[in-house]
């Protein structure tokens, strides 16, 4: 059995996604805060709702799917009744495994997961790493479980920092362009509606040939740029405004920031 603790929304997408992916209701538990959520979790997907030492007893997986700071407080109520041979998998940012195998009992397996919000629409992308005690076998296990709802890669944990900076806060990046071109569109006396409907495609009509193409983003950026056309125009103002300089920056930025919330 799998148990999501703390099935908030990163876990109850998570939960929605394994269920469509075809494992039984029986097959999963969840545990909550409030009575209310466990009763709209087990009335929307009819799987259990347990307290957290009864998941941490009789569940062979337990994802960990709190926020970070509630982490310390949850492995406090887990840590005495976490048998040999359970996997514990962290969805927390920022969390590393050293501290949750250091709050529950010697050898237990620990692997830890960045995932991002695409989750809720089978997109994620989530990076994964192991703990000192966990092996091959635990690994495969976080990425059958992970793979119904996006892609996994395996990273070394003294990158997941960097990796929640880029691809955990990813989505918000793309976001904030696709902002700012709609904002062109109606500098350019677009009506709101049409300029977020070509920049959404655009956006959706891009990612899915970076995806699938397997071409470098350079290549396809090319295609687009013509000698003395338009788009080198464009993109002759975004190198004047060190555009790609800032993205280093920024994303730099969130990796630093995500380490001093990882300080306290
Ligand atoms: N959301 C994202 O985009 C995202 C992306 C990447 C990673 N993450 C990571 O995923 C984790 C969850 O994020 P989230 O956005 O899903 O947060 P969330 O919606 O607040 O979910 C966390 C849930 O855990 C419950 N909870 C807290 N302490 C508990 C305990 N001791 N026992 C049982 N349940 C408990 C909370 O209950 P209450 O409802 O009572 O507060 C809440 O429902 C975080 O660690 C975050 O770093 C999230």
Do not use: C, W
Not at 24 to 31: N, Y
């Amino acid at each position: 059995m799998i148990a999501i603790l703390g099935a908030g929304k990163m876990g109850e997408a998570l939960l929605s996604g394994v269920l469509r992916a075809g494992r039984r209701p029986a097959q999963l538990a969840v545990t909550v805060r409030r009575a209310e959520r466990g009763a709209l979790l087990h009335e929307r997907y009819g799987v259990a709702v347990l307290s957290n030492a009864e998941a941490a007893k009789t569940a062979d997986t337990l994802v960990i799917a709190v926020k970070p700071q509630d982490m310390a407080t949850l492995l406090e109520e887990l840590g005495p009744h976490i048998p040999p041979g359970r996997l514990v998998i962290s969805m927390a940012a920022g969390i590393p495994t050293s501290f949750i195998e250091s709050r529950l009992p010697g050898g237990v397996p620990v692997v830890r997961v960045m995932s991002n919000t695409p989750v809720h629409v089978d997109e994620a992308m989530s990076v994964v790493s192991a703990g000192s005690h966990a092996d091959e076998a635990h690994l495969k296990l976080t990425e059958e479980l992970l793979t119904p709802v996006g892609k996994v890669l395996r990273i070394p944990e003294s990158l997941q920092d960097g990796a929640t900076a880029l691809s955990g806060s990813g989505p918000a990046y793309f976001y904030y362009l696709v902002e700012a071109m709609v904002d062109a569109g109606i500098l350019l006396g677009m009506p709101r509606a049409a300029a977020l409907e070509m920049v959404v495609q655009s956006a959706v009509g891009a990612a899915v040939m970076l995806r699938d193409s397997g071409e470098h983003p350079v290549l396809l950026r090319e295609a687009v740029t013509s000698p003395g056309g338009t788009t080198i125009a464009a993109i002759r103002e975004l190198e004047r405004h060190g555009v790609r300089a800032a993205v280093l920056e920024a994303i730099e930025a969130a990796r630093n920031r995500g380490r001093e919330l990882a300080e306290g």
